[in-house]
């Protein structure tokens, strides 16, 4: 017995440095440690790019699985993993951590979670996008809007914080955003008739530090846009994760679709911050400012999409931008230190607004809301994209998004609010098969055009991922992990993963040798170069 | 925030609980205000399938009282939230429980109302499916035949006469549809796809299978053919089109009628 014992600690000294320290230092300086994986989007400013240089258009035609972990929750996964020296940290489908050893797949300790049997998810499932680390601590949301702080080594619980009701349908599927002592966490459940928010907990004693509601209460600035009680049940959630820049201090989050979704006539106005970027101060939880993509939206267009972060110059002026691929068919560039709109574009053939006014305010076509015969409009409730992640590449400057091309008719109802029930007030009718399509697209973010397009076979599900070696990774529905030329949207490479694919790629190393993962169904595959890397030792 | 739909099937959120829930008896009736409720729910969730009042489209006709997939009320409720998996039957997650039993009810009342009327000889229609008709060079029907197309052992308990004749006359009309769970569907069953291959080859067959870079095709044949999309020179999709022929005018009208009611008969196992 003792032999055994020493045996495997030999054995977990030597192949695991298996203390993950995490402090905030590394989390400011991703790019310093390319071979780590260590937010949900990669780095802070959301650009889901590895600077890792080993796979490239060259060899990625050797690309071949290395290993595969198969969840034990059935249940397509949608989560980001992150990998923090040698260990990957995952979320399977409800929401059950598990971290493995990120060379073979092999278990190193799972965090069963455990929802109630009466769970409210109106308009999802209990599907989970993944954990935040910060220190020596991970952390994930729960499906019943609890935030859980896991012990990295043991995945044992530190602390457990009750975020929002879940019989009135808040829930929790993002990944929480941790830096800098904080945990911020999105919410869901707009569809249910909650009032959204964004909350910035205590990383060491789970204690809220702040909450910003996304919903004005009368009085507070936005409540102008609202009228009688409909803010009360006005939606906003915020349930993809966002992004944060440190020189600024300042987190900025997509929000989502008034409630209800599709009868308007409930709440006359702009029924602000639905459908928004806003930029919180991440010290007071206080709004510094706020864009609305598409005002008293009734099509289920959240602006849940990843606000993505970089710098440049615009007409000459050195900018610090915030750029997002909105769901409602526009491009959106704006400055992230003032908020000022600086461009918009469509990227997909979208009929509902004619463009964007100088403020970026979309100037609506005719007859475009929801009616009781139905209203043809594209782009569909899915939207042009979705929740699932753009990518930006420092190395070609392009911004990569993965657009739906679907249209569908809208129809409006009436609806009444009662707590823990759809609030959605009518519905849609797809036109999808062979008459929807998608596109990966490379978008010059500094003029919103595209640059490459690659068709794909039906509107996606999966985000994208750019590498340091000119590399682009995406996901089908059909189950096709694929790779493209990040230069020429050449395809390089594909491999039939066996599962539809609703999720974001990422990439890591370990010891020399460059790994890209994907989750597709109920696995995790991970794929890396035929042979030794160049460099590694044996 | 809808991550997942129903695919294209229409779900309209019913403002308010219905007037008077059903209540747990066998045979409720239904009437007035309760009863203008249940049918518009009905057409709003499942006519487009089933036919205004039920009288069957791409979906069974309920005008029969005996459901095979729902034999008591519960199976019903349960079918109707749960869905059928591998057909096209989704679940309706936006139904409540009660509303499933109201449902359930009126598709009951439905079963009660007498059957669709088929004029033709079902003897003279079988010896035109075995003969002339040379439908089991495509079909299958109680094991025999080739099974790529539909198998019509027991296509009268699915389909009703009207669309059996109509997909007689013309096959393109109403394609079938792959079942879920493709959350992009529906896709239809036969898409006639003609190819060039790399060697000039013409292919033509209806789609088993298409992703961004493979297609797999079945010509008319039988023969299946795996392609690598990059390797064809041409690729011509016809949607609208079908591998079946025409009977319009192989067949007179008391053939077709003959034909119709023979496919009608065919109730598979009881």
Same mark, same amino acid.
């Given at each position: 017995m003792r032999r055994t014992l020493s045996a495997a600690a030999t054995l977990a000294a030597a192949a695991l440095p298996l203390l993950a320290q995490v402090p905030d230092a590394r989390l400011r300086d991703v790019r310093r440690e390319p071979a780590n994986w260590l937010t949900y989007s990669g780095d802070f400013g959301a650009q889901r790019y590895s600077p890792l240089a080993q796979i490239t258009p060259a060899n990625v035609g050797s690309l071949r699985p290395a290993w595969v972990y198969q969840a034990t929750e059935s249940g397509a996964m949608q989560a980001s993993p992150l990998v923090v020296d040698g260990v990957m940290y995952l979320t399977e489908f409800r929401g059950h951590v598990v971290a493995l050893d990120a060379r073979s797949g092999r278990v190193l300790w799972r965090y069963q979670q455990t929802l109630p049997e009466k769970l409210l998810t109106l308009g999802f499932g209990p599907t989970n996008r993944g954990v935040a680390v910060l220190d020596s601590t991970v952390f994930v949301g729960t499906a019943d809007a609890r935030l859980v702080a896991l012990d990295a080594r043991s995945g044992a619980v530190r602390w457990t914080a009750a975020v929002a009701d879940n019989a009135l349908g808040y829930a929790i599927t993002a990944a929480p955003l941790a830096f800098g002592g904080l945990v911020v966490i999105g919410i869901s459940g707009a569809e249910a008739g909650i009032r959204g928010f964004l909350d910035a907990y205590d990383a060491r004693t789970g204690e /809220? /530090?702040?909450r910003f509601h996304t919903i004005p209460a009368p009085g507070e600035p936005g409540s102008e846009t609202w009228s009688g009680d409909a803010w009360k049940t006005g939606g906003g959630s915020t349930w993809v994760t966002g992004s944060y820049d440190p020189a600024l201090n300042v987190v900025y989050w997509g929000v989502g679709n008034p409630g209800p979704d599709w009868n308007g006539d409930l709440r006359p106005g702009d029924n602000l911050f639905t459908c928004s970027l806003i930029a919180i101060d991440a010290a007071t939880g206080r709004l510094r400012w706020h864009f609305q993509y598409t005002p008293h939206d009734t099509h289920d267009w959240d602006a849940s999409q990843i606000p993505v972060l970089f710098d440049g110059k615009f007409k000459g002026k050195p900018r610090r931008f915030v750029a997002m691929a909105n769901r409602n068919g526009f491009y959106y560039l704006l400055d992230r230190v003032t908020g000022e709109f600086l461009l918009g574009e469509p990227y997909i053939r979208q009929d509902w607004a004619e463009g964007l006014d100088p403020k970026g305010r979309p100037i609506l076509r005719p007859n475009t809301e929801p009616t009781e015969e139905g209203t043809p409009l594209t782009p569909n409730l899915h939207g042009a994209t979705n929740w699932y992640s753009p990518a930006f590449s420092p190395g070609t400057g392009l911004l990569y998004v993965a657009s739906r091309q679907m249209s569908s008719r809208y129809f409006k109802a009436p609806v009444t609010y009662e707590p823990g029930r759809f609030f959605m007030g009518g519905g849609e009718t797809e036109f999808g098969g062979d008459s929807a399509q998608g596109a990966v697209q490379a978008l010059d973010p500094l003029s919103g055009k595209a640059r490459w397009r690659f068709p794909l076979f039906s509107p996606p599900w999966a985000g994208l991922l750019a590498t340091g070696g000119g590399l682009v990774f995406g996901g089908t529905n059909e189950g096709v992990f694929f790779s493209l030329d990040a230069a020429s949207g050449r395809p390089l490479w594909h491999f039939q993963t066996g599962a539809m694919i609703q999720a974001n790629p990422i990439a890591y190393a370990i010891g020399g040798r460059q790994y890209v993962a994907i989750a597709a169904g109920g696995t995790l595959q991970v794929f890396s170069l035929v042979g030794s890397p160049p460099g590694a030792s044996p | 925030m809808r991550l997942l739909s129903l695919s294209s099937l229409i779900w309209l959120a019913i403002a308010a609980p219905l007037a008077g829930q059903a209540d747990s008896a066998s045979d409720p009736v239904l009437a007035g205000a309760e009863l203008a409720a249940v049918e518009r729910l009905f057409v709003s969730q499942c006519a487009r399938c089933h036919g205004m009042g039920g009288t069957g489209g791409i979906a069974p006709s309920f005008r029969q009282p005996k459901l095979r997939r729902a034999p008591t009320d519960d199976a019903m409720v349960r079918v109707i939230l749960s869905g059928i998996p591998g057909t096209a039957m989704a679940g309706f997650w936006n139904l409540s429980e009660d509303e499933a039993r109201q449902l359930t009810a009126y598709v009951r009342s439905l079963g009660r109302l007498p059957p669709e009327r088929v004029p033709g000889d079902s003897g003279r229609g079988r010896a035109l @499916? &075995? *003969?002339?008709?040379?439908?089991?060079?495509?079909?299958? %029907?109680? *094991?025999?035949? &080739?099974?790529?197309a539909p198998d019509l052992t027991d296509v009268g308990r699915r389909l009703n006469a009207a669309f059996l004749r109509r997909a %007689?006359?013309?096959?393109? &009309?109403d394609q079938p549809v792959l079942p879920l769970p493709s959350v992009h569907g529906p896709y239809? &069953? @036969? %898409? #006639?796809?003609? #190819?060039?291959?790399?060697?000039g080859k013409t292919l033509s067959g209806t789609r088993v299978s298409e992703d961004d870079f493979t297609l797999v095709l079945r010509a008319v044949d039988g023969r299946l053919h795996s %392609?690598?999309?990059t390797s064809l020179k041409a690729l011509r999709k016809l949607p609208g089109q079908s591998p079946m022929p025409s009977y319009a005018t192989a067949f007179s009208a008391e053939q077709l009628d003959d034909l119709v009611a023979y496919l009608a008969s065919l109730k598979g196992e009881q």
């Open positions: /809220r /530090r702040w | @499916y &075995a *003969g002339p008709g040379n439908c089991s060079t495509c079909h299958i %029907l109680a *094991g025999d035949g &080739a099974g790529w %007689l006359i013309e096959p393109g &009309a239809p &069953a @036969y %898409l #006639v796809i003609e #190819v060039t291959t790399g060697s %392609l690598e999309k």
